[in-house]
C-alpha cells in the first residue's frame, strides 16, 4: 500500500465553485502534515501545514483526522489561478524530516 | 536570498555515463534532501542528509551517490546512468526545527538515452 494515497483527479471546477481533495496516509507513526502546490514542470511549494484542530487560510481550510489518517483541503470560491496539481505530504518518520508525497490531484479551474 | 539553486536545469545523457548534480542553500539549513519526480508518481526521497559530512538513504537510493562536504551543499552522482534514471530531479532544505517548511530547488531535468 502506498505511503500516501491521494484522489486521481483530475478536478474541472468553474470559477467560482468549492472543492474538495481527500488523502489518507498509512503510517499512524507521522506527525507532520502539508499540502503543497505544484505548477506544470515547477518545484513544490508549500500551501499549508495540516494540524490537528483544522486550519484556514483565506480561501483555503485543511482538516486532519489522526484516528482514521485522513487529511483534506477545501478551496473555495475557486480563482483561475487555484489551477495546479494538489500533493498531500505527511513526514516520514525516521528520516531527518524528509517527506512522503502523494501523487498529487489535478486541479482546473475554468471561466 | 538565491533559496534553493540546482545545476544544471537540464541535461542529457547516454547510458553508462556519469553525471554529478549540485544543489546549493545560502538559508544555513542543517538538512537537505534528494528527490526524483517520474510521471504519474509522487516525489521519491533518494538520499538525505541531516547535517554537514553525513548522508543517509531514502526510498530510492540505487545507483545514486551522495556528499554533503559542506554544509550549503548536497551533491547527487549517478555513478553510470540507466534509462530509468530519466527523471526530474529535485533538492530541498530545511531548518532543525519542528515544522519548517522544506525549500525546493527548482529542479534538474535529466534524460538519459
Redesign the interface.
Given at each position: 500500500r502506498k505511503e500516501?494515497e491521494q484522489d486521481p483527479g483530475p478536478f474541472n471546477v468553474p470559477e467560482g465553485a468549492t472543492v474538495a481533495f481527500n488523502c489518507t496516509y498509512s503510517n499512524s507513526a507521522s506527525q507532520?502534515f502539508f499540502w503543497y502546490r505544484q505548477d506544470c514542470?515547477?518545484?513544490?511549494?508549500?500551501l499549508m501545514?495540516v494540524y490537528s484542530s483544522g486550519n484556514e487560510d483565506g480561501r483555503f481550510t485543511a482538516q486532519l483526522n489522526r484516528a482514521s489518517q485522513y487529511i483534506s483541503l477545501l478551496i473555495r470560491d475557486s480563482k483561475l489561478s487555484d489551477s495546479a496539481t494538489y500533493?498531500c505530504v505527511v513526514n516520514?518518520p525516521n528520516?531527518?524530516?524528509?517527506?512522503?508525497?502523494?501523487?498529487?490531484t489535478s486541479l482546473l479551474v475554468t471561466p | 536570498n538565491a533559496g534553493v539553486t540546482q545545476t544544471p536545469k537540464f541535461r542529457v545523457l547516454k547510458t553508462g555515463q556519469s553525471m554529478t548534480l549540485l544543489c546549493a542553500q545560502d538559508m544555513n539549513h542543517e538538512?537537505m534532501?534528494w528527490?526524483r519526480q517520474d510521471p504519474?508518481?509522487?516525489?521519491?526521497?533518494i538520499h538525505?542528509?541531516?547535517g554537514e559530512g553525513t548522508t543517509?538513504k531514502?526510498e530510492v537510493p540505487d545507483g545514486y551517490n551522495v556528499s554533503r562536504l559542506k554544509k550549503q551543499n548536497f551533491l547527487l552522482g549517478l555513478e553510470s546512468a540507466a534509462p530509468s534514471q530519466t527523471s526530474?530531479y529535485?533538492c530541498a532544505s530545511?531548518t532543525?526545527t519542528g515544522?519548517s517548511?522544506?525549500y525546493?530547488?527548482?529542479?534538474t531535468r535529466l534524460t538519459v538515452t
Open positions: 500516501v507532520s514542470r515547477k518545484e513544490p511549494k508549500l501545514s500533493l516520514r528520516s531527518g524530516y524528509a517527506l512522503n508525497f502523494g501523487k498529487g | 538538512y534532501y528527490y504519474g508518481m509522487g516525489l521519491r526521497l538525505y542528509s541531516v543517509a531514502g526530474v529535485f530545511r532543525g515544522l517548511e522544506q525546493f530547488g527548482p529542479g
